[in-house]
């Protein structure tokens, strides 16, 4: 079982920047590839940006690349998602989710993640 955490949303102008962590415990984090997942009023939940176990292979959305980073570090066992230029587009509840794996891929898969965070709204005002 893994838990996670999701922090750091708010609201903020278009054009700002804002970080969303995601804490883990409860098992070996480097052992799960990770996902952020976001959804916004009335529609589905989509993909936003995978990354590996190791951190050496990531994946984003068409709609968040160039402007959104994902980073990991294992040792903190913390996952993030560095969003610059945001639009009111962007506006969502951000899910951070974990993947058990032994491949050495990121997924944008939602239906392949164990495990999922209670999420954290992100607004932006355009």
């Known amino acids: 079982q893994v838990q996670l955490v999701e922090s750091g949303g708010g609201l903020v102008q278009a054009g700002a920047s804002l970080r969303l962590s995601c804490a883990a415990s409860?098992?070996?984090?480097?052992?799960?590839?990770m996902g952020w997942f976001r959804q916004a009023p009335d529609k589905e939940r989509e993909f936003v940006a995978a990354?590996?176990?190791?951190?050496?292979?990531?994946d984003y959305a068409g709609s968040v690349k160039g402007r959104f980073t994902i980073s990991r570090d294992n040792a903190k066992n913390t996952v993030y998602l560095q969003m610059n230029s945001l639009k009111s587009e962007d506006t969502a509840v951000y899910y951070c989710?974990?993947?058990?794996?032994?491949?050495?891929?990121?997924?944008?898969?939602?239906?392949?993640?164990?495990?999922w965070g209670q999420g954290t709204q992100v607004t932006v005002s355009s």
């Open positions: 989710a974990a993947r058990q794996t032994y491949g050495l891929g990121a997924t944008n898969n939602l239906y392949l993640y164990n495990y």
């Open positions: 409860g098992r070996t984090f480097s052992n799960y590839a």
């Open positions: 990354i590996s176990r190791s951190g050496g292979t990531t």
